[in-house]
T-cell receptor, first 114, second 113 residues
Framework: AQSVTQLGSHVSVSEGALVLLRCNYS??????LFWYVQYPNQGLQLLLKYTSAATLVKGINGFEAEFKKSETSFHLTKPSAHMSDAAEYFC????????????FGAGTRLFVKA | EPEVTQTPSHQVTQMGQEVILRCVPI?????FYWYRQILGQKVEFLVS????????KSEIFDDQFSVERPDGSNFTLKIRSTKLEDSAMYFC???????????FGPGTRLTVT
């Protein structure tokens, strides 16, 4: 069965600093990987996705993630944090066939300090 | 831009009562899902629905839960006899194809007292 592990339930950075949110996955078939963002009192929205094309994926709001098969990782980065990036970030994997369920990690809350 | 809608935004119910949460997925999508998020916890898969039947369900989705697509637009989640631990945010999602991006609704906050 597929699974996702996000290291760090909380990450705090200063405005303008690098953002790095870690995600490792497990899947018995080539995975599709996603990062979703959740702002307070809102649903989840897609930041970016990896679907077996380019390993470096660019998303909205300046975020990007790199798929590393050898490390089973899909870490999310942004060169310079902005106050508006403060939110909860979820890594997700869709692996096996059937219902094509997407499994989410526990989430990482990003705090951005002025 | 088309979006997934959910009603109500907040539902308060007493333990043991039945609730129905409603969703209108994006019109040309074929896969429908329910997820829930207990306050401060992870987003948990409940059920996926395709071609008018459940394609997969989690251990959480026991006999007290059911889903239905009563017409061409609505997708509902029914909880037959609510428990305190059912209090959570329930998200509906849809996707055009399997393994594609999920589009989430804004959620229904269910409070069981």
């Amino acid at each position: 069965a597929q699974s996702v592990t996000q290291l760090g339930s909380h990450v705090s950075v200063s405005e303008g600093a690098l953002v790095l949110l870690r995600c490792n996955y497990s899947s018995s078939v080539p995975p599709y990987l996603f990062w979703y963002v959740q702002y307070p009192n809102q649903g989840l929205q897609l930041l970016l996705k990896y679907t077996s094309a380019a390993t470096l994926v660019k998303g909205i709001n300046g975020f990007e993630a790199e798929f590393k098969k050898s490390e089973t990782s899909f870490h999310l980065t942004k060169p310079s944090a902005h106050m508006s990036d403060a939110a909860e970030y979820f890594c997700a994997v869709t692996g096996e066939a059937g219902g094509f369920k997407t499994i989410f990690g526990a989430g990482t809350r990003l705090f951005v300090k002025a | 831009e088309p979006e997934v809608t959910q009603t109500p935004s907040h539902q308060v119910t007493q333990m043991g009562q039945e609730v129905i949460l409603r969703c209108v997925p994006i019109s040309n999508h074929l896969y429908f899902y329910w997820y829930r998020q207990i306050l401060g916890q992870k987003v948990e898969f409940l059920v996926s629905f395709y071609n008018n039947e459940i394609s997969e369900k989690s251990e959480i989705f026991d006999d007290q839960f059911s889903v239905e697509r009563p017409d061409g637009s609505n997708f509902t989640l029914k909880i037959r006899s609510t428990k305190l631990e059912d209090s959570a945010m329930y998200f509906c999602a849809s996707s055009q194809e399997g393994r594609k991006t999920l589009y989430f609704g804004p959620g229904t906050r269910l409070t069981v007292t």
